[in-house]
């Protein structure tokens, strides 16, 4: 099977006006691409037989907020899903919901709220599609307690590269529902996805804010909390060193019962939810990044992180309720908040590791990067549990997601950087996410997933996908040659 580059006759015909830049959502990597948007599954095919007309690869592609390279397809053609936002069938009833794969997280809670319901699983993005979020089968803060959005899909319709749709479920197709959910696209387009919702009673969430003075501190209050919270999420002030190495803030959160909210009716209107388009009530918040440049640096996330850390440590533990929107999708709060990292972006190193090596590999992981002076600007935490998807990140265990700045003076020394910390996890016994990754090297994939494992992926794919129709660039980088 081969993974190279499409061949340049097969560009040389197509049209000049279909060339794009396009970029991984941290901007630190960008690929040219012949790009399609179709806006039904015939114009999917379309695409697909144009691909195979001229010998090209088709690398899928839903809002792109795939940190890295995962959606990007250089030299080929790029298929964006993102118009096809179709709700195909709701229940509101039952709270199954099926729609075409450029359904956006923020589409689908506007769509079903009212009706007292809410996505199981949801990312720090309300951007990303149905079908993007199915392709990398992401988790949220609840994922040791509700697993990935894969265990909450009842079916999916996936068009193999042959140009045939089939249905997969747990029962119908097994094998395939659990390898092209979690396959990263390269096994075929979802072109329609069904979906069990999760039934909430308020439109508001109750959240308890707990400062944690350590990473031992931040596990603690993680593990007493893993019983009864709903979500759990751990900020790490990852400028913080020595003996304060890790400390920072948990949020535990817990959906309110049916009746606690007496205005229910009106909190679950999606009026009730949406982020505010100001700050203060001044300064438009599309500007903010903007304010946000001259502090990303670590001087400034220095002090930033000192302040969020001190004053919520001086007020100590409390509650309060919020939105759904307002909890989950604070990353939403500013527009375009990655243009702050400057004209090099940023990547994301997620590191999951099985809980009983977590506390230390963590440790070793912030040290080490102190040491270096590669330091990450934004740290997170979170708790996990085992799935049964092929190429899942899923375990029983942790993950740590850091943030690091790219510039161009800094890169090489930030990839062999990642590439040390991946050593460390490996060892650990730890896996990565290719949603997050850009530095993982195809050496470092034996590492992580067993052997047994890939070559039951890669001989599915050479099944369904002969002639390597579904490429990425992440598929060349981490597979190149298997
Ligand atoms: C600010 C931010 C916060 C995030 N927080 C989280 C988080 O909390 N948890 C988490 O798990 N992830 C998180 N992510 C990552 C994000 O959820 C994933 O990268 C997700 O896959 C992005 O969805 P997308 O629609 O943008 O897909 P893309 O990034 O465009 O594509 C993702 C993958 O799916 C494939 N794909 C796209 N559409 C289809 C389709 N129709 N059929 C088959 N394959 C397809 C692509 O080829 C690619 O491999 C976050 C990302 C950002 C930017």
Redesign the pocket.
């Known amino acids: 099977m081969s993974v190279g580059r499409s061949p340049t006759a097969g560009i040389a015909s197509l049209p000049m006006d279909r060339l794009e830049r396009v970029w991984a959502?941290?901007r630190a990597d960008s690929a040219m691409s012949w790009v399609w948007r179709p806006t039904t599954v015939d114009g999917v095919r379309d695409v697909l037989a144009l691909a195979a007309s001229r010998g090209l690869g088709v690398?899928?592609?839903?809002?792109?907020?795939?940190?890295g390279d995962?959606?990007l397809n250089a030299e080929g053609i790029s298929l964006?899903?993102?118009r096809?936002t179709r709700v195909l069938d709701w229940d509101p009833a039952t709270g199954v919901i099926r729609g075409e794969?450029?359904v956006?997280m923020r589409q689908l809670w506007q769509y079903v709220l009212e009706d007292g319901w809410w996505p199981p699983?949801?990312?720090?993005?309300m951007?990303?599609?149905?079908?993007?979020?199915?392709?990398?089968?992401?988790?949220?803060?609840n994922?040791w307690k509700l697993g990935?959005?894969g265990d909450h899909l009842r079916s999916v319709d996936?068009?193999l590269a042959s140009g045939e749709v089939v249905r997969c479920s747990r029962d119908e197709r097994p094998d395939l529902f659990h390898a092209?959910i979690g396959?990263?696209?390269?096994?075929?387009?979802?072109?329609s996805l069904e979906l069990q919702l999760e039934r909430v009673h308020s439109g508001l969430i109750e959240i308890e804010a707990i400062p944690a003075r350590g990473v031992r501190e931040m596990f603690e209050v993680f593990e007493e909390r893993l019983a009864t919270a709903d979500y759990l999420v751990g900020w790490v002030d990852t400028l913080a060193r020595d003996h304060r190495l890790g400390r920072g803030l948990v949020h535990a959160a817990h959906h309110l019962p049916a009746g606690a909210d007496r205005r229910a009716a009106q909190t679950l209107r999606p009026e009730h939810q949406e982020l505010p388009s100001t700050l203060f009530g001044v300064v438009p918040k599309s500007l903010m990044w903007r304010f946000m440049r001259p502090l990303t640096n670590h001087a400034g996330v220095r002090l930033v992180n000192a302040a969020k850390y001190h004053l919520s440590a001086r007020q100590g533990r409390f509650r309060y309720r919020q939105s759904h929107v307002g909890f989950h999708f604070l990353?939403?709060y500013v527009p375009d908040?990655?243009r702050a990292y400057g004209p090099g972006g940023l990547i994301?190193f997620q590191a999951f590791v099985p809980a009983a090596a977590a506390q230390a590999t963590y440790t070793e992981l912030l040290d080490r990067s102190h040491r270096a002076g590669v330091v990450p600007y934004l740290g997170?935490l979170?708790r996990h549990r085992p799935d049964p998807f092929w190429m899942t990140?899923g375990l029983d265990g942790w993950s740590l997601?850091m943030d690091f700045r790219v510039t161009r003076t800094t890169r090489g020394a930030l990839w062999r950087h990642c590439s040390e910390l991946a050593r460390v996890v490996t060892a650990a016994g730890g896996r990565f996410?290719?949603?997050?990754d850009s530095t993982l090297a195809p050496d470092e994939l034996g590492g992580y997933f067993d052997e047994e494992r890939v070559r039951r992926f890669l001989a599915l794919k050479r099944r369904l996908d002969p002639d390597t129709r579904?490429q990425?660039n992440?598929?060349r980088r981490v597979f190149g040659g298997r």
């Open positions: 959502w941290g690398g899928l592609r839903g809002a792109g907020c795939s940190y995962a959606s964006d899903l993102s096809m794969p450029g956006t699983v949801v990312t720090g993005t951007a990303i599609t149905l079908g993007g979020a199915a392709g990398m089968n992401v988790h949220g803060k994922a990935p959005i996936l068009l092209a396959g990263f696209g390269m096994l075929g387009c979802f072109t990353l939403d908040w990655k994301q997170v979170k990140h997601a996410y290719y949603a997050k579904w990425t992440l598929w």
